[in-house]
């Protein structure tokens, strides 16, 4: 088996993040890929897709750090991997955190 290539995670940005969550393929995708790895071919044959679109899809998850794959034969096995859920959850904290402390602000002043 060939090593996994994990992304440099100084180059997820959370609008990489955001945009792969923002197709319902991709979302199909994820969900299915909680449930462990899995070939190109199961998920082709699951989701009913075209080839090329898969590849369009995981191309997007994997550069977003979503998704990892690696050859096994002929096929691709794809994986989740933390690195984009890192990166918004990341996001999101500072994102919470910058509310919280306005609305602390806001009650201040009032």
Not at 51 to 76: E, F, N
């Amino acid at each position: 088996m060939k090593k996994r290539k994990k992304t440099d995670k100084r180059s997820v940005t959370p609008v990489m993040v955001f945009k792969a969550f923002g197709d319902v393929n991709r979302i199909q995708i994820v969900e299915r890929l909680k449930e462990g790895e899995y070939s190109a071919v199961k998920l082709l044959e699951d989701l009913n897709i075209t080839q090329p679109t898969l590849s369009h899809h995981m191309k997007i998850l994997c550069d977003a750090g979503i998704v990892v794959g690696h050859r096994s034969g002929r096929w691709t096995h794809y994986s989740l991997l933390s690195d984009g859920v890192d990166t918004i959850v990341e996001y999101l904290t500072e994102l919470k955190n910058g509310l919280d402390s306005s609305v602390e602000t806001d009650e201040e002043a009032g």
